[in-house]
């Protein structure tokens, strides 16, 4: 036997284990195996808020359910899009994972490009938690109802502000849809993150604050802020006496999230496993009292579910971006 026969006989042995460790991986017995070390879970947005807070409980639940440490690891900037961009980019293992958003198809809709195909390149889990977006007026203010505030900013457009945590974030294109389908017009007026809008909320120098439950929920019940609407579908337990959007604007109701995915091309394995555990957290007590604490309820959903409500999402607020004529952003 010659050397170049020995060679491609060499290579040709190579290719066939490579190829049968590729199928391996993908096997029900790499899912059983899997995790056989850390894994690591990517947050990209500032500690104390609700995905950072999210992510820890779930590191927690899931280390405890796969038998090796989850281990949350800062990655914070560009509104969660580094964070993303690295899970997209990394090894298909299901040993590097993040969250989506809500904001995450608005960010599709309103950037011009994005580092990552917003579908394609992740490997869905399962959405979360689920949380409502509200919106209030401050105490005293001459705004009494949701009914109210369209009535007025019909009257008087553009006369009425209306804040959001940012250009193109879900507060501001959920404020775009509410204009869309009232009619009406009002001032948009971005900030960064709740806690700016709020304090120019309570100083008179905006009329109607756009926000998630997360962070209304507290606000609400101590008078802080006067609740006009929240956007679920149906009345919360415990607000019964504040009316939902789409009561008055019929079929305006999106809700944040929070859903795990992982690197694309992830073995549909270890992808199962993964969903199966997730849900299996999700479906704890604790989960449902921690959950409330912060405005949202569980919300288990299979990998196709969620991948299918972020497309859908996606398409939602591209249509509002196109017929409010907003810019797309670099």
């Known amino acids: 036997?010659?050397?170049?026969?020995?060679?491609?006989?060499?290579?040709?042995?190579?290719?066939?284990?490579?190829?049968?460790?590729?199928?391996?991986?993908?096997?029900?017995?790499?899912?059983?195996?899997?995790?056989?070390?850390?894994?690591?879970?990517?947050?990209?947005?500032?500690?104390?808020?609700?995905?950072?807070?999210?992510?820890?409980?779930?590191?927690?639940?899931?280390?405890?359910?796969?038998?090796?440490?989850?281990?949350?690891?800062?990655?914070?900037?560009?509104?969660?899009?580094?964070?993303?961009?690295?899970?997209?980019?990394?090894?298909?293992?299901?040993?590097?994972?993040?969250?989506?958003?809500?904001?995450?198809?608005?960010?599709?809709?309103?950037?011009?490009?994005?580092?990552?195909?917003?579908?394609?390149?992740?490997?869905?889990?399962?959405t979360i938690i689920e949380y409502p977006m509200a919106i209030g007026v401050r105490p005293d203010s001459p705004i009494k109802s949701f009914p109210d505030l369209l009535a007025r900013a019909k009257a008087e457009p553009g006369k009425l502000s209306m804040s959001s945590a940012g250009t193109g974030s879900l507060h501001h294109l959920l404020g775009e849809w509410i204009k869309i389908e009232s009619g009406t017009e009002m001032i948009h007026v971005p900030f960064k993150g709740a806690a700016p809008a709020y304090t120019e909320l309570l100083g008179g120098r905006i009329d109607v604050f756009i926000e998630t439950m997360t962070f209304l929920n507290v606000n609400f019940k101590n008078g802080q802020v006067r609740p006009l609407a929240v956007s679920s579908s149906h009345r919360l337990k415990d607000f019964p006496n504040v009316p939902t959007i789409s009561e008055t604007l019929p079929g305006v109701d999106p809700t944040s999230w929070l859903g795990l995915v992982v690197s694309p091309g992830t073995p549909p394995a270890i992808v199962s496993r993964l969903n199966r555990e997730l849900r299996a957290v999700l479906a704890e007590p604790a989960t449902a009292e921690r959950f409330a604490t912060l405005g949202g309820i569980p919300a288990p959903s299979t990998p196709d579910e969620m991948r299918t409500r972020v497309q859908r999402e996606i398409d939602r607020w591209t249509r509002v971006v196109k017929l409010r004529n907003i810019e797309r952003q670099d």
């Open 1 to 126: 036997m010659n050397i170049r026969t020995r060679r491609h006989l060499a290579f040709t042995a190579i290719a066939a284990f490579t190829g049968f460790s590729c199928l391996l991986a993908g096997s029900p017995a790499a899912a059983q195996d899997y995790p056989t070390k850390p894994i690591k879970f990517l947050v990209g947005f500032t500690p104390g808020g609700s995905a950072d807070l999210v992510s820890r409980f779930v590191a927690q639940k899931m280390s405890e359910r796969l038998g090796q440490p989850v281990v949350v690891e800062q990655r914070m900037g560009a509104t969660g899009i580094i964070a993303q961009d690295a899970v997209a980019k990394a090894a298909p293992d299901g040993y590097t994972m993040v969250l989506l958003t809500g904001g995450h198809p608005t960010s599709a809709a309103i950037k011009k490009t994005l580092p990552y195909h917003p579908v394609n390149d992740f490997g869905m889990i399962s």
